[in-house]
């Protein structure tokens, strides 16, 4: 009886991994991402526009279901001097049997010029 009960428990830790995991590693690459093109942005003449069309395609490819309305990008200063600041929120539902979960997500990034 314990032999079935801790296998059963181990087979539902894997399963709980599986489903859980994937959306919080897409996170972690995601938050990388815009902590790049925030990055990169403050020190060129890219627009607010231009910098949310990048992290709605790189959301994309990251298979994240962010809104590209919901992306918010705030650019103060000017070229190098300035500051970049980055916001996506964004759901994952995770359909476990019997009970859906929702996982809150928040990338955000800023990142200052060098003066």
């Known amino acids: 009886m314990k032999l079935a009960l ?3 428990l181990i087979v539902a ?12 590693w897409a996170n972690y690459q995601f938050e990388d991402a815009i902590r790049t093109e925030a990055l990169m942005s403050t020190n060129n003449a890219k627009t607010e526009d231009a910098i949310r069309d990048t992290v709605y395609k790189k959301a994309q490819e990251l298979e994240i279901p962010a809104v590209k309305d919901n992306i918010k990008v705030v ?3 000017s070229q190098g ?7 996506v929120p964004y ?4 359909n476990l ?3 859906p979960v929702e996982l809150h997500f928040e ?9």
């Open 107 to 115: 990338a955000a990034t800023t990142n200052k010029g060098v003066f």
């Open 91 to 94: 759901v994952v539902q995770v």
């Open 81 to 87: 001097t300035g500051s970049v600041t980055i916001d």
């Open 13 to 24: 830790i894997i399963y709980l991994g599986v489903e859980f995991i994937p959306p919080y």
């Open 6 to 8: 801790g296998a059963l």
């Open 97 to 99: 049997p019997g009970y």
């Open 75 to 77: 650019r103060t200063g």
